[in-house]
């Protein structure tokens, strides 16, 4: 049965924010949980835990021999441009043995954020081979750890073989305001390629 839609209900559709589902992947220790956290307008939800002897011999902390914790699951967030966008940002387990969540994680993602360690480069390639064959669109972006070599942003696109129009960025995941430029060039990007009428493939579809 057809029924027309009342006006209150016309008034609270229209200021209804659109919700989009981003992911943020990369290498072990890349600092995925750092910058959902830094943007994140709510207290993020984290499933992080201390990393065991189960995990020596499997899991490279090389480069990042500090750290004590790994995401098992994801990590949660949200954050609101405006009063017409919110985007929930689900942070992606870095080792191989967790990928086997991923298709879950990025299914109905309008896009992904890779975050890179140029001490690790390599270990994000998994990332950006992944959403390359799921047809996801992505930006790089290389996280600025203190004491790190710097590199150009051309040295990082020919050392990750990407296409041209993949955006390639330096930021600081613990600064709000670095990751929240990475979040506006992704979106900027997905944009651009669906105004180029390249629409997202559906991941997991």
Same mark, same amino acid.
């Given at each position: ?13 229209? =200021? ?7 992911? =943020? /992947?990369?290498?072990? *220790? ?25 995990g ?7 480069? =990042? ?24 940002? &689900? ?5 191989d ?10 299914? *109905? /993602? ?5 975050? /890179?360690?140029?001490?690790?480069l390599?270990? !994000? &390639? ?16 290389? +996280? !600025? &750890?203190?004491? /790190? ?11 990750? +073989? ?8 330096? !930021? ?12 506006i060039?992704?979106?900027?990007? =997905?944009?651009? *390629?669906r ?11």
């Open positions: 049965m057809d029924y027309e839609r009342s006006d209150g209900d016309k008034a609270r559709a229209a =200021v209804l924010p659109t919700a989009v589902k981003i992911l =943020v /992947a990369g290498g072990f *220790g890349v600092g995925k949980t750092t910058l959902v956290g830094a943007v994140s307008e709510t207290k993020p939800l984290r499933t992080e835990e201390l990393l065991s002897e189960q020596v011999g499997v899991d490279d902390i090389s480069g =990042v021999e500090s750290k004590s914790t790994t995401t098992v699951a994801m990590d949660f967030g949200r954050i609101s441009f405006g009063d017409d966008l919110v985007l929930y940002l &689900f942070g992606t387990p870095g080792q043995r967790f990928w086997f969540v991923w298709d879950e994680l990025a299914l *109905g /993602a309008l896009g992904a954020v890779v975050l /890179a360690d140029t001490r690790r390599a270990d !994000c &390639f998994p990332s950006v081979d992944y959403f390359e064959q799921h047809g996801l669109p992505f930006v790089v972006a290389v +996280n !600025c &750890f203190d004491g /790190a070599r710097r590199y150009s942003i051309d040295e990082v696109r020919l050392a990750l +073989n990407l296409d041209p129009e993949v955006p390639v960025m330096l !930021c600081d995941a613990r600064e709000r305001e670095s990751s929240k430029d990475v979040l060039t992704l979106l900027q990007h =997905v944009m651009k *390629g105004g180029a009428g390249r629409e997202p493939a559906s991941v997991g579809s």
